[in-house]
C-alpha cells in the first residue's frame, strides 16, 4: 500500500534571531548548533534567510572563534555530513557575544541584537534558549526582562523564551520558576522543551493509537495486562556530575521524560490536533495519576546506584568514584515504580516504570502486554504467551507485535512470531533529530509538542510524593547494583511479586 495521507506539512519559518544562552556548553555544542545546521540542509533550508543565531556565554571569545568551534561540534553531532556550500551559508548566521556573567551584560545583548537586527534588516522576533543550569534560569528571565529584551503579550513580532528541563529541583522550586515566567511573559511565549517528545517513534504514538483502530479497540484495563516502560543507559555520569548528584534519576529522567511518555501512552483521544487539545487529554492522565503515600515507598518503588562492574569488555568505575561526585553522595542513579492511573479506562492496570544509568545496554521502550488467552483450547495448559506490543523509542526505532501461529508441518504446533516495523527500514532517509523538530516548533509557535505549565507542576506533585517516601531511608534503603547489569534484584522483586517479569531488549 503506497498511499500517504499528509497532514501536515513542515514549512520554513519566520525570520527571526535565536540567543543561544550558555552558548559554549554541552547542550549547544552536541545538540543545538547541530540542529540548526540540520535545518540549513542546502536547498531545502527551513530557516529564514535573514535568522541569525546569537551565542551569549560567559566564555571569552570572538564571533569567528564560535564559528570554528560549531563547525568542531557540527563536525561531530550532526546526523548530516557536512557539505561546504552549506557550512559557508551557515556560519554566515553566527554571531558571538561573551557576557552572560557580566553586570552589563544584558544591556550589551540588546545593543547587540538590535545592531544585527539594523544591519540584516531582520525584524525584531526573538527566541532566547536558556540553555542554562537550573539555579540561574529565574534570575536570567528576570535580567531579560529589565534589559527590555522580552516583555508580555503579543504584537506584530515575537519575543519567546525556550526552558530546559529539569524545570526545578522539586514542587517548590518548579512554582517559583512558573511564577517568575508569568511575571513577564505570556504562556504562550514559554516553550518547556523536552527533547524526547520530538522523537519520531514518541510522535507516532498518537498515529499508532488514534490511525489504526485494531489498537484502540484493545487499549485499556478490559484487554491490557500491564504497561512496562523502561529508560536505560548504558553510560555512566560522564561530564554531568555536578548537576547529576544533585538531581538523580528521579528527577532527570521520571519527571519529564517517563511521565510524558506514560500520558501519551494513558491519554483519552483528543477533540483535535490542536496543541490546547493534546495537551489536556494528556494533563488528564497525571490528574488521574495515583500518588504514592509514605508507608507504600518501600513497596511500590525501588531506589539504587551502580557499583563498580563491567560493560562489554570495559571495567568501569562505580557512582561513588565518578569525578565530581561527592563521597557521601546519597543519590540515586537507578530508579523503579509501580503506579496506577485512577481512571475508567485504566482501572487497575499497573504501569511498571524502571530507568537507570550504567545498565546493560542503551534502550528506551515501551511494552503493552495484553491478557492471557482463556485457559481452553490452546490454552489450557495456561503456558500460552500474552500477545505483546512492543515500542521502540530508542536506538532501534520502530515497533513490535507478538502474536502466535501454528508452525508449517502435518501437525499441530504453534510458537510465537513478531511482526515487525523498523524505521531504517520500512521509510527512506534518516529521521529528523529531536531538537531539529522542537526549535522548527518554537520559531513556528506550535506548542503541540511542549509541556504547559499546568503539566509541569501535576509531573512535580507526583514525583513529590515519590521524593517524600524517600525520606525514611529505613522504609526506601538506596540499593546497589553491579555496572552493566538490568539493575538491582529488588527491582525484579518489585514485579515479580505480581507474577510478572521485567521484558529486557
Known amino acids: 500500500m503506497d498511499a500517504v495521507l499528509t497532514i501536515s506539512e513542515a514549512n520554513p519559518a519566520p525570520p527571526c534571531s535565536i540567543v543561544i544562552l550558555g552558548a559554549s556548553g554541552d547542550l549547544a555544542r552536541r545538540k543545538l ?30 564571533t569567528e572563534e564560535f564559528r570554528k568551534s560549531a563547525r568542531e561540534s557540527v563536525n561531530v553531532f550532526s546526523r548530516l555530513e557536512v557539505r561546504e556550500e552549506c557550512w559557508r551559508s551557515f556560519e554566515q548566521r553566527l554571531e558571538y557575544l561573551a557576557g552572560l556573567d557580566q553586570p552589563d551584560g544584558f544591556k550589551r545583548l540588546r545593543e547587540r ?30 535580567r531579560l ?20 528541563k529539569p524545570i526545578g529541583y522539586d ?5 517559583a520558576i512558573g511564577r517568575t515566567l508569568g511575571r513577564f511573559l505570556d504562556e504562550s511565549q514559554i516553550f518547556r522543551i523536552d527533547h524526547y517528545l520530538g522523537k519520531e517513534t514518541v510522535q507516532n504514538l498518537l498515529v499508532l493509537r ?18 512496562q516502560i523502561t529508560v536505560a543507559e548504558s553510560e555512566g555520569v560522564g561530564t554531568r556530575a555536578g548537576y547529576y548528584d544533585r538531581s538523580g534519576a528521579l528527577r532527570d529522567i521520571v519527571q519529564n521524560h517517563m511521565l510524558q511518555v ?22 488528564n492522565v497525571l490528574r488521574a495519576l495515583r500518588p ?73 521502550l515501551i511494552a503493552v502486554q495484553f491478557k492471557d488467552a482463556p485457559r481452553i483450547l490452546f490454552n489450557r495448559s495456561g503456558n500460552l504467551p500474552p500477545n505483546l506490543l512492543t515500542v521502540r523509542i530508542q536506538p532501534d526505532e520502530g515497533f513490535s507485535f507478538d502474536v502466535m501461529a501454528k508452525r508449517p508441518g502435518l501437525g499441530l504446533a504453534i510458537s510465537p512470531v513478531q511482526m515487525n516495523l523498523r524505521y531504517s527500514g520500512a521509510f527512506e532517509g534518516p529521521s529528523p533529530d529531536a531538537y531539529e523538530r522542537l526549535l522548527l516548533d518554537v520559531m513556528a509557535g506550535d506548542h503541540t509538542l511542549f509541556p504547559s505549565e499546568t503539566f509541569v507542576e501535576k509531573s512535580w506533585e507526583f514525583v513529590q510524593t515519590v521524593l517524600d517516601s524517600w525520606r525514611d531511608e529505613a522504609r526506601v534503603p538506596l540499593r546497589e ?20 517479569k521485567w521484558i529486557n531488549p
Open 113 to 142: 541584537l538590535e545592531e544585527i537586527e539594523r544591519g540584516r534588516n531582520l525584524p525584531p522576533n526573538r527566541i532566547f534558549y536558556l540553555s542554562i543550569p537550573p539555579d540561574a534560569m529565574r534570575a536570567s528571565v528576570e
Open 292 to 364: 504514592i503515600a509514605p508507608e507504600d515507598g518501600g513497596r511500590l518503588t525501588v531506589r539504587a546506584r551502580y557499583t563498580a562492574g563491567r560493560l562489554g569488555e570495559e571495567s568501569v568505575r562505580g557512582y561513588l568514584e565518578e569525578k565530581g561526585v561527592a563521597r557521601d553522595s546519597r543519590t540515586e542513579t537507578f530508579v523503579a515504580l509501580k503506579v496506577f492511573v485512577d481512571n475508567w479506562r485504566w482501572s487497575g492496570v499497573p504501569f511498571y516504570l524502571r530507568t537507570g544509568k550504567r545498565l546493560h545496554h542503551r534502550e528506551s
Open 33 to 62: 548548533l547541530p540542529a540548526l545546521y540540520n535545518l540549513e540542509v542546502c536547498g531545502a533550508s527551513l530557516l529564514a534567510p535573514a535568522t541569525v543565531v546569537l551565542g551569549f556565554a560567559r566564555t571569552r571569545m570572538t
Open 210 to 227: 488514534f490511525a489504526n483502530t485494531i489498537f484502540e479497540r484493545l487499549w485499556g484495563a478490559r484487554n491490557v495486562d500491564h504497561v
Open 262 to 283: 506514560l500520558a501519551l501512552l494513558a491519554m483519552e483521544p483528543p477533540v483535535s490536533l490542536d496543541a490546547s487539545a493534546v495537551r489536556e487529554a494528556k494533563l
Open 481 to 500: 547494583y553491579p555496572a552493566g547489569s538490568w539493575g538491582p534484584r529488588e527491582a525484579d522483586a518489585l514485579i515479580e511479586a505480581d507474577g510478572r
Open 145 to 164: 526582562a529589565e534589559a527590555g529584551l522580552i516583555s508580555r503579550g503579543s504584537g506584530p513580532n515575537f519575543s519567546r523564551v525556550v526552558v530546559e
Open 171 to 175: 514542587l517548590e522550586s518548579a512554582l
